[in-house]
């Protein structure tokens, strides 16, 4: 059982360049979350899904776009990435809504904007 | 503005020490608070939770007091071994809304 699965593990990014983060879950999850990771800031929620076809904004949303056109799949995208982008993203997924439940995170993307 | 603030950054101990970390939140709407470990390399995973109704939670060596009226809890690790070296995050969160503190990272020495 994979549980949360994110690829790219690592990817560096010229300063304009777009990309697509992969999050796929196998465990039928209804609910789909978008985390980054800075040092002596914790992780801040991007983007969230309540379902397939739906998202949200979290915390700090601006720069990204997110699409759940599978249950299973949650992508996060950059259009124009930024030097500021440069972080590790978590994917997370919830059985129950919200997050007051035990959530799964993958492995994380280290992304690197150069 | 840091919603759940975490204390300390880094925390050294030996191997039978009781290291403690505390948290403190700012949103009274909060109703769920949860530890997570955090590998080098990995995600976060649950550690163990807490709901403001109880004042205490302890889970093997693990152990979580909640304090509603100062709006603070902290995480004690009873018997500590170096496998329990890595990053614990608090955190605080209602529905969809989770802020987690900064971090702690903890070396269990030998």
């Known amino acids: 059982n994979a549980g949360v699965t994110q690829t790219p593990k690592f990817r560096v990014l010229k300063t304009g360049q777009s990309m697509t983060l992969l999050c796929a879950q196998d465990?039928?999850?209804?609910?789909m979350y978008w985390y980054r990771q800075d040092p002596g800031m914790g992780l801040r929620l991007i983007h969230y899904?309540?379902?397939?076809?739906?998202?949200a904004k979290g915390e700090v949303p601006d720069g990204y776009n997110v699409s759940r056109l599978k249950k299973q799949n949650f992508l996060l995208g950059l259009e124009s990435a930024a030097p500021s982008q440069t972080s590790v993203y978590f994917c997370?997924?919830?059985?129950?809504?919200?997050?007051?439940?035990?959530?799964?995170f993958g492995q994380g993307t280290r992304l690197t904007v150069v | 503005q840091q919603q759940v603030k975490q204390s300390p950054q880094s925390l050294i101990v030996q191997k039978g020490g009781i290291p403690i970390i505390n948290c403190a939140y700012e949103?009274?709407?909060?109703?769920?608070f949860p530890w997570y470990q955090q590998f080098p390399g990995k995600g976060p995973a649950l550690l163990i939770a807490i709901r403001p109704d109880v004042s205490e939670k302890k889970e093997g060596r693990f152990t979580i007091s909640f304090n509603k009226s100062a709006k603070q809890f902290s995480l004690h690790i009873m018997d500590s071994q170096p496998g329990d070296s890595a990053t614990y995050f608090c955190a605080a969160s209602r529905d969809n809304d989770m802020r987690f503190g900064a971090g702690t990272r903890l070396t269990v020495k030998p």
């Open positions: 899904s309540v379902g397939e076809g739906t998202t």
């Open positions: 465990m039928n999850h209804e609910y």
């Open positions: 949103n009274t709407a909060f109703d769920y």
């Open positions: 997370a997924s919830t059985k129950r809504q919200g997050m007051n439940t035990e959530a799964f």
